[in-house]
Structures are given as C-alpha cells and as structure tokens.
C-alpha cells in the first residue's frame, strides 16, 4: 500500500490548520507525526481517515483519491487507535476485540467462525489469552493499548493510524507498545503514528512529519528531521539530541533531553 | 493492597491453600473462568428460559388463589387453544363450539393465556427498551422515559377521556391511536430538540435530547396534574377511568388489543435482534467507528425510534410498571454481562419473569379484595435489589 498525501491542506469550516503537506508513504513503513499541542496533528490524521475532507490537496491510496471511498472501503485500508478509550461498560477484551469485525460483518449479521478464528488469531499474536473474557476496563494502560491495536487489527487494514499510542503508559508499556508496532511495520502493515517523544520516531527509524506554528512543515528520515534546532522549533523549548551506545546491540541510538533553564526556555 | 491475581494459576492458588503439605480447596465457589466461559453463559440463559417458561405455566393453573387449575385441564385447554384455528381452517366438520363447550375452563385458560403473554412481552420490551436506551446514552441508569415517553401516554389517555368523555369505554380501539400518536409527538419534539442542539456540535445532542426529554416530562406532568385535580371535581367517574388506563389495572385482551400489542412487539424485538452485535457500537466512540465503517449516528436513530417503541407499547398494553426498565438492564449489565444481546436477552427475560410475577401477585391480592397497581408491587420487588447492586458497586456511574 502507498499511502500519499499531496500538497495537502486541512482545517474545519474552510479555515487552513495546516498546509502544504507532501508526504508519501508505503507498506512497512512507520510514519510518525510530531507537533506542538493544537499544531494540527490530530486534523491531519482525521483528514488521512477521512473523518473531515481536506480543503485542498489530496489523500491517495494506491494511486487513488480517497475522496469518493466509502467508510467501509476505507475501513478496509486504514484502521484508527484513538488517543485514550475509556468505554462506559466493562466489555470483556474478546468483546471489544470483535467490534473489530463490524465493518466486515453485515449489519443483520452476527460473528461467525471466520471472524472468530481472526479474534483468537490476536489474542494469541498480542499475548492477551490470559485476559480474554476479563473486563477491559480493569486493564492496566499498556494491556488497553494492546487490545485497542488488536481491535483495530481485527479489521484487516493495511495502514494503522495511532493517535499517541503511548500517551500515559509508564516505560515498560511504552516499550510493550512499541515493539509491537515494530513488529506489525516488519510484517510489511504502515504505521502512522503521533507522539510527544521524538526519540519513539528515532527508535522506530520512522520517516518523521513536523509540524511547526506558522512554518511550513518538515517531512524525511527521522535522523535527518530530528534535530535540536527543528526541536526548538517545533516545541519552543532546548532539547538536547544525543547518542548513546545500547550496550545489547552495540548499536547508537539517538535520543532527547529536555533542558530546563536557559535563556531559551524564557520565551 | 492486595494485587488482583491475573492469571489462571494465580486465581487458582488463591482459591487454594495448602495445610500440613496437603492442597485443600478454600472456598467452593465457582472459578472466575468458568463464570465467564460461554458454557456457563448458555447454561444461564437456558436456566432463565426454563423458570420463564414455569412462571408461564405456574400463572396459567394459579392466576388466582381461589381459582386454581389442574395442569392436565390447563394443558387440555391449550391443546384445544392452539388446534381449533388449524382444525376449522382445513376441516370443514370440525365443530369447535362442541370443542369448547366441552371444556369447562376453556374460556378462563384462553384468557389467562392472553393475560400472562401481555405481561411476560410487556416486561421483556420495556427492559430491553432500557438496554437500548442505556446503551445509547452510555448511561447505566438511562431509560425510555427520559425522552417524555410516559408524559406522551398520558397525554394520549387524557385526550382519549376528553374526546369520547364517558363513552371512552367503548371506543377502546381509538385509545391506541391516541396513546401512540400523543407518544410518537412527545418523542418526536424531544428529537429535534437534540438535532438542533446537535447542529453546534455538528451532530446529534444526546444531551440536548436528554434534557428536552426531561423539559417535556416536567411540563406534561404539571398539565396531567392539574388535568387529574380537575377530574376530581368530576363525579361521572372520568377520574378512576383516567386511573385505571394510566395504571394499567386492566390488561386489554380482545382481539384488536392483541393484534396491535404483538404486532408492535414483533415491529420491535425483530428488529433488534437482527441487529444485536452491531448495535455494540453505539457504546463506542462515534469516530472511531466510523473507521472501521460503522455509521453510528444512524444506529443511535434506529435505537431510539425502536427503544421509545418498545417503552411505549409497554406502557400502552401494561400500565406503568415501575422502574423496571431502568433497574434490570443496569443489574444484568453490572453482575453479569455487558454485550448488547447478552444484556438485551438477559434483561428481557428478567423483566418477563418479574413483570409475570407481580401479575400474578397483583391477581391474588386481587382475589382477596385487595387493589394494588402494578408500579407499587414492581418498585417494592425491585428497589431493595437496586439498593444492593448500587451499594456493592459504589456508586451508579463507572
């Protein structure tokens, strides 16, 4: 799948948010979207779904104009994990797994075997066997993400769209998340993700959107996007991109210190 | 505190404790797995079949203390119930006037038969009504008459005494038009309200709805107190005859009572049931539905239209019984199970049970002299069990 979106423009009411995007994407490829609050992030992954249309530009998909899909058609390309997802009653982790399977069900119809052997198919990829007829809201944060990312893999998309999949979650949890991510972008499936920490795109060797207040934004290699001086900029604050060696692999990785204090941070 | 064990093993070793090198069980309870395996969900829902269905049988023979039937006549009487329309349909010869004459309780057990299906279908439409509404609104204690449904039944009986005054007892038929047309309004205005409330936040306010619900109750019910203290100057009757449509102290069972009654509980149960799993969205957040191709804005119409139906033939047919559609589904949902057709079957079945018991209660009292309304026999079975299901949870919201 090559997910493009050209000279993209998105906003509510005619009223730009952000503009001039160009990025093109395809299958294992992770992408990720960094951004002050309120910078437009989540604009531009309802414009990418299709939830609100782009007031100008493009979202292709394989070559084709998303612009005239059905919701069920885009359901079947792109799968959406909302930021935090507190449902009102304590649905058990299967149940919630196999809303999942909705827009492939038809609206009279019930889960059949197919949709069944799908569902226990996550629960054993996501490692949640333990936990399948448990309530999901006595979940710990990371445990909620998992079943969130196999509820939307229950779709059979080809693209997962994340808004901060790791928003809240201590560091075992994030890191819980991220290798799952890893692991379904090996496996050839996009990720397209938000986060607040740059060296989550760094770690993911993700191709990186900034968005800026006011500038036009950034799209390349997180290696060459990520830099101290477009960190300033998109955050307004100093932070300091270092290496360090993981001493497992032998391997650099680079990664970000907010400062405090300073003359910068006064601003 | 103590960590909640999350494994299989771990629960089966707090279970378990071990005395002089020897396992032995603590506590003989079911596990947590099994109760929550789909062997003892369909084992529950038989067994709530089965005392459904022995309630059934138990109002047919002892609908009344003083009138008690054997069961063999009862099961005589319904074998004739069933056979008579299929026998005079294909045998010209077939004399059921000589059938039924023959049977001396024949007439008591049709009647008691039509009497017990009102009651058992008023209790499952109306809770599962509630299950829709609960749903709907993401609200555990939700119900179909926050959107003005009852007020509208009122008001249908109000305009009913008003237009026919003391002839109303014979123009029985016209009591549905008025019932339903006077509901349908009443939900109807408490819609748009949430529709124009909704254009701000381009969508449908479940709020606006919610509150433009309760408006209309409180006006209406200012009006249908008045309307009641002027009924009491009257002394034709308008007011027990108000009271007794209303209360529902006489269950309706000629033939266009029954017809309009199954016709709307078979306009509504279908329906739902043909819609159960996919009516779990709703419970969901409405973006990230439509992402995976579900139109929940649509789904929420069809509940509410489906969820005020079913309220309303309740109240039309039954009377007012209660908070039974509020109580059950929040108690099925909290003990028990939280998807749409679980809860749905579950609270349906309870609301049968409870709402076929207090009528047979209502009858024995009945039988001694006694008049009590259905609302107080339902609320006094059901407030001390919502009481406990509340004070074990903690509070009434997640």
């Known amino acids: 799948m090559i997910l493009e979106l050209n000279d993209l423009c998105c906003g509510y009411n005619g009223k730009a948010i952000i503009k001039d995007i160009r990025v093109s994407v395809g299958s294992g490829d992770v992408f990720c979207i960094l951004g002050e609050n309120g910078v437009g992030k989540s604009t531009l992954f309802k414009t990418i779904l299709k939830l609100i249309p782009p007031i100008s530009g493009k979202v292709n998909i394989d070559g084709a104009d998303i612009s005239g899909w059905s ?54 990829e996501m490692d949640l066997r333990d936990y399948e007829n448990r309530p999901y809201t006595e979940l710990s944060g990371g445990e909620r993400q998992l079943v969130m990312i196999a509820r939307a893999l229950a779709q059979e998309p080809q693209c997962l769209v994340l808004d901060e999949p790791t928003a809240n979650l201590d560091y075992g949890n994030k890191v819980l998340v991220l290798n799952t991510l890893q692991r379904l972008a090996n496996r050839g499936m996009t990720i397209i993700f938000t986060t607040h920490d740059p060296e989550q795109a760094l770690l993911l060797n993700a191709k990186t959107l900034v968005l800026f207040r006011g500038r036009p934004p950034l799209f390349g290699s997180a290696n060459s996007v990520i830099t101290e001086k477009n960190l300033k900029r998109a955050y307004n604050a100093r932070i300091r991109v270092v290496e360090v060696l993981d001493e497992e692999t032998f391997q650099q990785v680079r990664v970000c210190i907010p400062m405090l204090g300073g003359e910068e941070n006064r601003t | 505190m103590a960590k909640t064990p999350q494994t299989a093993i771990e ?10 090198g020897s396992k032995v069980i603590r506590r003989a309870r079911p596990s947590r797995e099994f109760l929550e395996s789909t062997k003892w ?28 039937f054997a069961p063999g006549m009862t099961w005589e009487n319904l074998k004739a119930m069933f056979s008579i329309p299929f026998l005079s349909l294909f045998d010209s010869s077939f004399d059921a006037d000589a059938l039924r004459e023959s049977l001396p309780t024949y007439a008591e057990t049709v009647a008691r038969f039509k009497l017990s299906l009102i009651s058992f279908l008023s209790g499952v439409i109306i809770c599962v009504g509630g299950t829709m509404f609960q749903t709907i609104f993401k609200n555990p204690i939700a119900s179909p008459n926050m959107l003005g449904v009852s007020t509208g039944v009122s008001f249908g009986n109000v305009f009913f005494i008003l237009f026919f005054g003391l002839q109303a007892g014979s123009h029985l038929t016209m009591r549905y038009v008025f019932c339903y047309s006077a509901a349908a309004v009443l939900v ?31 006006l209406g019910g200012v009006f249908l107190q008045y309307y009641q203290i002027r009924l009491q100057e009257d002394e034709t009757g308008l007011l027990e005859l108000y009271q007794m449509l209303v209360g529902g102290d006489i269950l309706y069972q000629d033939t266009v009572s029954m017809i309009v009654f199954l016709t709307c509980c078979t306009l509504t149960l279908v329906p739902m049931i043909l819609i159960r799993f996919r009516f779990n969205a709703v419970a969901f957040d409405d973006m990230e539905m ?10 929420r119409m069809v509940g509410l ?31 028990l199970q939280t998807e749409f057709g679980e809860v749905a079957y579950l609270a349906g079945m309870v609301g049968g049970i409870i709402s076929l018991a207090v009528r047979v209660i209502i009858s024995m009292i009945n039988a001694i002299g006694f008049a009590v309304p259905a609302g107080v026999i339902t609320t006094l079975v059901l407030l001390p069990l919502f009481i406990i299901t509340i004070v074990r949870r903690g509070s009434v919201f997640a």
Not at chain 2, 11 to 20: E, F, G, H, M, Q
Not at chain 2, 45 to 68: K, P
Not at chain 2, 305 to 330: E, Q
């Open chain 2, 41 to 68: 969900k369909r084992i529950r829902n038989m067994l709530l079949f089965i005392l459904g269905l022995e309630l059934f049988l138990f109002s047919l023979n002892f609908r009344t203390a003083n009138n008690a």
């Open chain 1, 71 to 124: 919701a069920k058609k885009m359901a079947s390309y792109c799968a959406y994990v909302a930021q935090s997802h507190t449902p009102p009653f304590p649905y058990s982790v299967r149940e919630v797994i196999m809303t999942g399977r909705m827009g492939k069900i038809n609206a009279f119809g019930r889960p059949g075997k197919k949709d069944e052997e799908i569902v226990d198919g996550l629960i054993e």
């Open chain 2, 11 to 20: 629960r089966k070793a707090k279970d378990s404790l071990v005395v002089n």
């Open chain 2, 290 to 299: 439509r992402a995976m191709g579900v139109n929940n804005a649509r789904l």
């Open chain 2, 305 to 335: 239209i489906l969820g005020s139906l079913m309220a309303t033939v309740a109240l039309i047919h039954c009377g007012d019984v209660g908070f039974l559609c509020m109580v059950i589904p929040f108690m099925m949902r909290e003990r």
């Open chain 2, 188 to 218: 109807l205005v408490a819609f748009l309200a949430g529709k124009v409330a909704g254009k701000r936040m381009s969508g449908f306010s479940v709020e606006g709805t919610i509150i433009a619900g309760m408006m209309i109750s409180q």
